[in-house]
């Protein structure tokens, strides 16, 4: 390791598990982790050659397991060496089964003794097991992966056979959800990498750190601002563009906690407005208004019964209300307005004159700076990318101006 292991430090507490702190003041734009990962994998069962990670219908010749693509002569002389010689397993099972492949990689990980050191960083990775024990992803993965792989035959030729058994497999399928990386792949679509000190890192919706990962898979981990020593070193494990809703569900079901963050905990998002709508009541009498969520004040002596579910428990708790004159949404108006949006959404795709009516259409009912908004925006800039770099279509002076305009407000929320 190089010098940089001297600007972090691994700290454990309960709230957090295993998190990153700051060993030494660490100024803006300073990079203080370099890192290759331990595992590259496809992502959502795609096929992919296992050397230059492509994507291919083709397999290698000698293990015939692996997907290896014709510009690719060879792979890992271990795995190719080790599943060569498994020789009455069921090939077809694993072929058509692509989520066994993330699978493979970890035992192989495990099996190959020169791996040991990375073998021992990936298992002792935060799976939440025990949370995922039984629920749909744990069902689904148990049909697509767990139990093709169980039943093609290669257990048997790994070392300690008894070991590998469905909790371990299930195990493997979980750090993997937990800790991995979307990398862009070298073609089209997203690979998923697991690097084991980036990964360590506490999520914060506002983080202080940017991890980029280059063309050979190296991730760079730098300061988005002047860290102190001590601070913590947060990433943003989730899309910043979304609203605090659904923020907090994506982290809940994909990484199992609650986020506390400041972002989350404040009903304005710092200011940002990004979960708000606009007051009608404060509209008609001409000013203007913001309808946050914010958590409800418990009435004195008011405790929860026995009979109210946790989920209807959790709606109460919150109270969509405006900032100025106090008139209220419900929650299930809420709802529909976002489900509402979401739709029309859909059928505006790729209709550059649906997404600007929509636009204006929902500024009524929407903060402007909603993310659905942003949504939009981002949506009508890439159209007009495109109109842009086609010359032939002769673009005017409007399209590069509305473009530039867009981008503007997209990129005030990336600060
Ligand atoms: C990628 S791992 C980070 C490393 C992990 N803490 C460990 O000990 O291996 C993600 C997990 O860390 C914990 N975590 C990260 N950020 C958190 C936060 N802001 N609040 C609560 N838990 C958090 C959660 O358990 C989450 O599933």
């Known amino acids: 390791m190089n010098d940089l292991t001297k600007k972090y430090i691994i700290e454990q507490n309960d709230a957090f598990g295993r998190y990153l702190t700051a060993a030494a003041d660490i100024k803006a734009g300073e990079t203080f982790l370099l890192e290759q990962p331990i595992l590259l994998l496809a992502s959502n069962g795609d096929r992919r050659c296992t050397n230059c990670l492509k994507l291919t219908t083709e397999f290698c010749r000698i293990c015939q397991v692996f997907a290896l693509c014709d510009n690719c002569a060879s792979h890992n002389e271990y795995d190719c060496g080790l599943l060569a010689g498994m020789k009455d397993i069921q090939v077809d099972l694993v072929k058509e089964n692509p989520l066994i492949y993330g699978l493979l990689k970890c035992l192989l990980l495990r099996e190959n003794p020169e791996n040991t050191a990375y073998y021992e960083q990936l298992i002792q990775m935060e799976s939440h097991l025990e949370a995922r024990r039984g629920s749909e992803i744990w069902r689904d993965l148990q049909q697509r992966a767990v139990e093709p792989l169980l039943q093609s035959g290669l257990r048997k030729y790994l070392k300690d056979v008894q070991s590998v058994d469905e909790n371990l497999l299930h195990k493997y399928l979980a750090i993997i959800d937990v ?8 073609d089209e679509g ?22 980029s ?8 981990v730098y300061a988005r601002c002047d860290v102190a020593k001590g601070a913590l070193l947060y990433n943003c494990y989730t899309n910043v563009l979304l609203g605090t809703d659904e923020r907090r569900h994506l982290l809940k079901v994909g990484k199992y906690f609650d986020c506390k963050c400041a972002r989350c905990e404040d009903p304005t998002e710092l200011g940002s407005h990004m979960s708000s709508f606009m007051c009608a009541r404060c509209a008609d009498n001409k000013r203007a208004g913001f309808i946050v969520k914010k958590k409800k004040e418990p009435a004195q002596g008011q405790q929860q019964t026995a009979k109210q579910t946790k989920s209807s428990a959790t709606k109460q708790l919150w109270l969509w209300q405006c900032q100025q004159c106090e008139h209220t949404l419900t929650a299930e108006t809420v709802e529909q307005l976002i489900e509402r949006a979401k739709e029309e959404m859909f059928h505006a795709k790729d209709d550059v004159t649906r997404y600007e009516l929509l ?20 949506n ?19 399209v590069y101006e509305r473009k530039v305009r867009l981008c ?4 005030a929320f990336c600060k």
């Open 359 to 378: 636009l204006s259409k929902l500024t009524r009912y929407f903060h402007p700076n909603h993310y659905l908004l942003l949504d939009i925006k981002q």
């Open 380 to 398: 009508i800039a890439a159209i007009l990318r495109s109109i842009l770099q086609n010359f032939s279509l002769q673009p005017g002076r409007k």
């Open 408 to 411: 503007q407000d997209i990129l």
């Open 179 to 186: 800790n991995c990386f979307e990398i862009r792949a070298p």
């Open 213 to 220: 990962i280059d063309e050979h898979y190296q991730m760079k």
């Open 190 to 211: 997203q690979l998923r990498g697991i690097y084991p000190l980036a990964a360590l890192m506490a999520h914060n919706c506002v983080s202080n750190v940017q991890a």
